[in-house]
């Protein structure tokens, strides 16, 4: 399952990386579920607000997600770990900020002598 800005879910560049490289069956929200989560990102979080009825929405979107099959969740806007965490999920959420700062140490010290 992917959730992210309404670009990241709706256009290709990612989820068709993930299917083409990977071979992974990328799930999305529907588009009013996209708009939504969109607007969470920019409108609350983003503005350093915790909405707890958000939390709610992206609660049921994940269930939805899993529902159609999804096995994990990657959260790919940094901002999503501020509103859910794993306990709001019955499968593995994938943090994207820990995913890059970990891959980021990877790198520098594969890269250092």
Do not use: K, N, W
Not at 47 to 57: H, L
Request: proline fraction near 4%.
């Amino acid at each position: 399952g992917l959730l992210g800005t309404g670009f990241t879910m709706e256009q290709a560049f990612f989820s068709g990386h993930l299917a083409q490289r990977h071979g992974l069956r990328v799930l999305v929200p529907d588009a009013v579920r996209r708009r939504e989560v969109h607007r969470v990102i920019y409108e609350e979080l983003c503005a350093g607000q915790v909405v707890e009825t958000s939390r709610a929405f992206l609660r049921d979107t994940m269930a939805g997600l899993v529902a159609q099959g999804a096995e994990t969740i990657l959260l790919s806007c940094t901002e999503l770990m501020l509103l859910v965490g794993p306990d709001d999920a019955t499968v593995p959420l994938v943090d994207s900020t820990a995913a890059h700062a970990l891959a980021a140490v990877d790198f520098a010290l594969a890269s250092t002598p």
